[in-house]
Structures are given as structure tokens and as C-alpha cells.
């Protein structure tokens, strides 16, 4: 990632109010932010702003659910870098791992807290670590 510009996330979800609230954080972190309300929008996006870092991806949506986005991305090639981070209101296990087998490389529970969300990114590595002082 080049430092001396911002990252680039891509926010997916059917909801306005999802996308604003998302869209406020990334911003908060540094983030450049570009949105899609479904995964058929969010593919044409993708092709028009790449290189991306990041696309926080709903599960439930129209036309083209997450899940389908994230398989559909895992099989090009050419968005191999991209950090995939699933952000939605499913959390059964088995659904948690159908993503991540799909290809998404972190799980993130609505609502999204800021904190968390820092973590996430910071696991991803898409964020610095804090500076701990002993």
C-alpha cells in the first residue's frame, strides 16, 4: 500500500443508513470510500476504482447476495489483494464459515462498533497497530 495515499474501501449493503454509518467510520480510519447497494453494483465499481484494499461486504442483499460477490471475486485473479471483510447480522457458525471458505478474510457482526472495527482492520493489516508505551 502506497502511504502517501489514502486506502481505498469499497462498502456493499442494501442499506443507505448501513453505507453512511460505514462510510463515516472507514473515513475516521483514513479510508477514501466508495459504495454499492448489491453485489452486481459493487462488481462494476470494483472494475471502475480498482486497485481497492478493502470491500466490507453485506450478506443479504438483492440481485447479487455477498456471498455470491465474494465467490465471484475470489475467482479472479486479478483481486487477489483485495481484503474481503463480511459485515452482517448472521452469526450462525455455519454461515460464518461458508464465508470464510467463500474467501472472505474477516467476519464482522452488525452493529459494527468503532473499536472493533479497528481491530479488524488492524488484523487485516490495513491499519497500524497502537504504539503500546510500558
Known amino acids: 500500500m502506497n502511504p502517501s495515499s489514502a486506502p481505498k474501501a469499497l462498502i456493499i449493503d442494501d442499506s443507505r443508513t448501513i453505507r453512511l454509518m460505514l462510510n463515516n467510520l472507514m473515513k475516521e480510519f483514513g479510508f477514501e470510500t466508495f459504495h454499492a447497494a448489491d453485489g452486481i453494483e459493487a462488481l462494476q465499481v470494483l472494475e471502475q476504482q480498482w486497485p481497492l ?5 453485506d450478506w443479504e442483499m438483492p440481485r447479487m447476495n455477498g456471498l455470491e460477490f465474494i465467490e465471484k471475486v475470489r475467482g479472479n485473479a486479478a483481486y487477489d489483494e483485495l481484503k474481503l471483510m463480511m459485515v452482517t447480522t448472521i452469526n450462525s457458525l455455519q454461515q460464518v464459515a461458508r464465508a470464510l471458505k467463500a474467501g472472505a478474510d474477516e467476519y464482522h457482526m452488525k452493529p459494527v462498533e468503532k473499536e472493533s ?12 497497530e497502537p504504539e503500546v508505551t510500558v
Do not use: I
Not at 472495527?117 to 497500524?128: F, I, N
Open 53 to 57: 484494499h478493502l470491500a466490507l461486504v
Open 117 to 128: 472495527l479497528e481491530a479488524k482492520l488492524q488484523l487485516l493489516g490495513l491499519l497500524a
